[in-house]
């Protein structure tokens, strides 16, 4: 497909010749904040919704220029936590993916598609509920704005812990085309290019741009002789600007997106204990089956998973801007209708054995957006009002079916020897293939979500210098769904698990995958608002103090219930409370030297009541995880940033961020895998040590004081850029030599902190070295992961409790060329 998607773009512009040559950007500091080529050159943000210059923004907030994602391979939002040490990105497939900035926005490692994402992603204004957005290309982006801490005042749909905000190239008067190839090892292919220019003078610009890429995978599965963890993009994007009369602009965009790569495969890591008996447990289970992984060290890149693996996503939709100038401002309207479609496969016992031989849930959705918005300047008082509309329906029909090796690998034999293939008496379930052989369930779930919202923001300025700026918001949320399962036998027939069933075969079926059926639903108003203060000392040095109170949007469960003892959902759980959020905030922000030197400094303490999380509970005898409210978690921390052009041809940056991020209270979380997995302990009972056989197992954990998941203490990005003249090719340019590095320490992988699941700090080093014209060419050969580091990108429990632990290598020493080009 890349090929012929290669050739395309190619073809495409290759009949560029004829165009004007348009002025290259200036070259740009590879950091998470935009360098500014010359003294007077100002880096210009929409941050708040108008153009205002960086440093005049009295918010936490990183920009990343088109060039600069460029030059560091930063491919898509996942790779921006390499610049950008406050975002962490993780994800097991597209759907399975969390943004989160400060280590807030969502669950880590949790898909449910009942609650929102903390942290908002916009693409040319226009709302994305789905993060799985973020697994796609940058298709011709202009830059990308990374917003810490809430703003709902000024954004269509309330976020509480930040925002990504990605604005494209817009059509052009002026006739422009662009081209860039990359090429490298594991068989890397990247093709990308925008055409743009006039289609009647001065009244209506077209821009197209498109993108494909495709690589081999990183590990390679024996059981099908195929690598596996591979990409396969392709990216589309068209805008037509229509100035209808001056001061009177509409923009119509669509696009679409679609991966299908044979992905995603989580890998044998390492076995931890738990308190299943022995018997029970991973290294035992194998030996009965006689089976071992094909490597026992995840570096050799190994698999032997037998479930077919697929992530094909399909992404796009239509938005139509309009933009009036109107009084002392101008009147925004987007209107906005996007689609994703999701169709899955997965290997969810992450083994080369037959246990669960069917895992996917394949999703269709579509939402719905419209926003109005005046935004003006004024003298003494500057402003922001909006009204914002959404609607999203979302139908998703999931189906796990259990395999031949499942009786076996999860039901308990009875008390025989370690590393027996047998049971304690012949008859015994466990021994019988046939009780869980073809054991299926198969969901329907319908999600249906409306928000409503008027929100706006005014900056008073008292004096020149100081500047007071409330904010308000009053939010409507709406949610309704459903969630039905039917559970058949290997027969075909369906079980029925209320009443309690007689059949020790029936109630092992029950206790595998249980039938239920509920319908949850809620609806909430919601105000709140922010206040910043801030002072210019003087034109280049501006402080802030900036305190906010947001409200996340209720959720519900969407991914089935705990069950009583007569195998009932729990429905007093099928709601959420939303979280309650105050966020205490210290800004700096200067330039010295000229304007030479950036260096910005933050401090943020944020506090959540009612912390949307995973949790168990002892009430409820059959122990799932679900969505509830842990009682309140804090994080805090200090964040700087540090741009220097030393000289013309010499360019450093530093970016640090300490994050201290923990449960302040949380009573009824899932316990870590060492104290899973055995009896269920009664009231006033503890578990026995990790490995006892026939140890107990709380129903929940108090971790209260626990790290937050996913959130290294400490994190830095750096770099540095050296310039030389130099005349190659006929043609006057420089050549450079860039070096970007990212460091962070070590992370929790588990929602409850376990000795088995921290992964460990880790640095990973990229280096490039190039050529570039001002006007047109930019080559350059690239290596990332220099020194081929080795680091999981995060690590996972496996079902059943039997201490097997998987995970997701980061990639190896990666390298190659890219030449880019514009017309």
């Given at each position: 497909m890349l090929n012929r998607s290669a050739r395309l773009l190619v073809l495409l512009f290759a009949n560029t010749s004829t165009l004007a040559f348009a002025a290259a950007p200036p070259p740009q500091g590879p950091s998470g904040v935009v360098i500014p080529d010359t003294e007077e050159e100002v880096i210009t943000v929409t941050a708040r919704r108008r153009e205002e210059q960086l440093q005049d923004v009295p918010i936490a907030v990183s920009a990343v220029s088109g060039a600069s994602l460029q030059a560091t391979g930063s491919g898509n939002v996942g790779k921006l936590q390499q610049l950008l040490p406050s975002f962490q990105f993780y994800s097991t497939n597209p759907r399975n993916s969390a943004a989160n900035i400060r280590g807030l926005g969502a669950p880590f490692g949790l898909t449910n598609d009942g609650i929102e994402q903390g942290v908002g992603i916009y693409v040319d204004e226009v709302y994305n509920s789905r993060v799985a957005a973020t697994t796609f290309d940058f298709v011709d982006v202009e830059r990308i704005e990374v917003l810490r801490g809430p703003q709902g005042t000024l954004y269509g749909k309330n976020t509480t812990a930040g925002a990504i905000n990605i604005t494209t190239r817009p059509p052009s008067f002026t006739p422009e085309a662009r081209l860039e190839l990359s090429f490298g090892n594991l068989d890397y292919l990247q093709a990308k290019g925008s055409v743009s220019g006039p289609l009647v003078d001065d009244r209506l610009a077209i821009r197209l741009a498109a993108s494909a890429t495709q690589r081999r995978g990183t590990i390679f599965n024996v059981a099908t002789d195929r690598w596996v963890n591979e990409q396969d993009n392709l990216g589309l994007r068209g805008s037509l600007l229509w100035k209808v009369a001056d001061g009177f602009n509409l923009t119509l965009s669509g696009d679409y997106s679609r991966q299908n790569p044979e992905c995603c495969a989580q890998i044998f890591v390492r076995v931890g204990r738990t308190q299943r008996p022995l018997n029970r447990q991973y290294d035992a289970l194998a030996a009965a089956f006689g089976y071992a992984p094909p490597s026992r060290n995840a570096f050799d890149r190994l698999t032997d998973l037998d479930t077919p693996l697929q992530a094909k996503q399909t992404l796009g939709g239509l938005s139509l801007r309009a933009e009036w100038e109107l009084g002392a401002g101008t009147l925004t309207s987007v209107s906005a209708w996007r689609f994703w479609h999701w169709d899955p496969s997965n290997?969810?016992?992450?083994?080369?054995?037959?246990?669960?031989?069917?895992?996917?849930?394949?999703?269709?959705?579509?939402?719905?957006?419209?926003?109005?918005?005046?935004?003006?300047?004024?003298?003494?008082?500057?402003?922001?009002?909006?009204?914002?509309?959404?609607?999203?329906?979302?139908?998703?029909?999931?189906?796990?079916?259990?395999?031949?090796?499942?009786?076996?690998?999860?039901?308990?034999?009875?008390?025989?020897?370690?590393?027996?293939?047998?049971?304690?008496?012949?008859?015994?379930?466990?021994?019988?293939?046939?009780?869980?052989?073809?054991?299926?369930?198969?969901?329907?779930?319908?999600?249906?979500?409306?928000?409503?919202?008027?929100?706006?923001?005014?900056?008073?300025?008292?004096?020149?210098?100081?500047?007071?700026?409330?904010?308000?918001?009053?939010?409507?949320?709406?949610?309704?769904g459903s969630y039905i399962a039917i559970v058949t036998n290997g027969a075909g027939q369906p079980i029925t698990c209320n009443p309690v069933p007689a059949s020790s075969v029936v109630r092992d079926q029950c206790a595998t995958l249980a039938p239920q059926s509920y319908a949850p639903h809620f609806s909430d108003w919601n105000v709140s608002g922010d206040f910043t203060v801030s002072y210019k000392f003087s034109d280049d040095i501006l402080g802030y103090a900036t305190y906010a109170k947001s409200y996340k949007s209720d959720g519900i469960n969407l991914a089935g219930l705990p069950l009583d003892a007569n195998n009932l959902p729990v429905l007093a759980v099928t709601t959420v409370k939303p979280e309650d959020v105050n966020h205490f905030e210290l800004g700096l922000k200067t330039q010295f030297l000229d304007k030479r030197l950036t260096f910005n400094l933050s401090g943020f303490w944020t506090e959540i009541s009612d912390y949307q999380a995973l949790v168990n509970s002892g009430a409820i005898s059959t122990v799932r995880g679900y969505l509830a409210n842990a009682d309140k978690v804090r994080v805090r921390g200090v964040e700087a940033d540090l741009n220097w052009r030393v000289s013309d041809r010499f360019t450093v940056y530093a970016n640090g961020a300490f994050t201290d991020a923990k449960y302040v209270k949380f009573t009824g979380a899932p316990c870590p895998p060492e104290l899973s997995g055995g009896t269920t302990a009664g009231a006033g009972q503890t578990p026995s040590a990790p490995g006892t056989p026939g140890g107990l197992s709380p129903a929940s954990c108090d971790i209260s004081g626990q790290w937050l998941p996913g959130i290294s203490k400490w994190a830095f990005s750096y770099g540095a850029e050296y310039n030389l003249p130099a005349h190659l090719l006929g043609q006057d340019g420089e050549v450079y030599l860039g070096f970007d590095g990212s460091s962070r320490s070590k992370f929790s992988s588990n929602p409850s902190r376990s000795v088995y699941m921290d992964v460990n700090g880790y640095t990973l080093s990229n280096f490039r070295l190039g050529f570039r014209t001002e006007q047109r060419w930019n080559i350059f050969g690239w290596v990332r992961n220099a020194f081929d580091t080795r680091y999981y990108e995060l690590l996972a429990i496996t079902p059943g409790s039997t201490g097997l632990i998987a995970g997701q290598p980061g990639d190896p020493r990666t390298y190659g060329v890219t030449v880019a080009a514009r017309f």
């Open positions: 290997d969810r016992d992450f083994t080369g054995l037959p246990i669960t031989t069917v895992s996917a849930n394949p999703s269709k959705q579509d939402q719905y957006s419209q926003e109005f918005r005046y935004s003006a300047t004024g003298e003494h008082l500057d402003h922001t009002i909006g009204l914002f509309a959404y609607h999203q329906k979302q139908h998703t029909t999931g189906a796990q079916q259990q395999g031949p090796a499942a009786s076996r690998w999860t039901l308990n034999p009875g008390n025989v020897p370690v590393g027996s293939s047998g049971c304690a008496t012949p008859t015994a379930n466990a021994c019988n293939p046939a009780v869980l052989n073809g054991l299926r369930s198969e969901n329907d779930i319908l999600l249906k979500t409306t928000s409503l919202a008027a929100f706006g923001q005014l900056a008073w300025h008292i004096t020149d210098r100081l500047t007071l700026q409330p904010g308000l918001r009053v939010n409507y949320d709406k949610k309704s």
